[in-house]
């Protein structure tokens, strides 16, 4: 029965994090060490993060000082997506300086 519970609030928190707006407001309320562990114990969650350009822009805005501002600054005729693993997201927090 709690198995069965545990699966359905997964699948709840994964349908809710496909609007990038609630991604948001949930990111904003959680740490960077609490959002790690998520991804590292959740391979769904972790792949539709990281695989979906919006969903990554959202996770680097929180988490990556200066990211927002480039976002808004770039300029879509020579955009093109960086590929970034959550192994390379950790060391970059670990590294700045907020």
Known sequence: MLSSY???LAHLLLQLVQTPRILAQLLCHLDWVT???LLCTCKALH???FMSMPHLDVLLSRFVPGYTYGVRQRDFGLY???PISLHELDLLRAFSLD
């Open 47 to 49: 792949d539709d993060l």
């Open 80 to 82: 093109q997506d960086v």
């Open 35 to 37: 959002v790690y562990t």
């Open 6 to 8: 545990n699966s359905h």
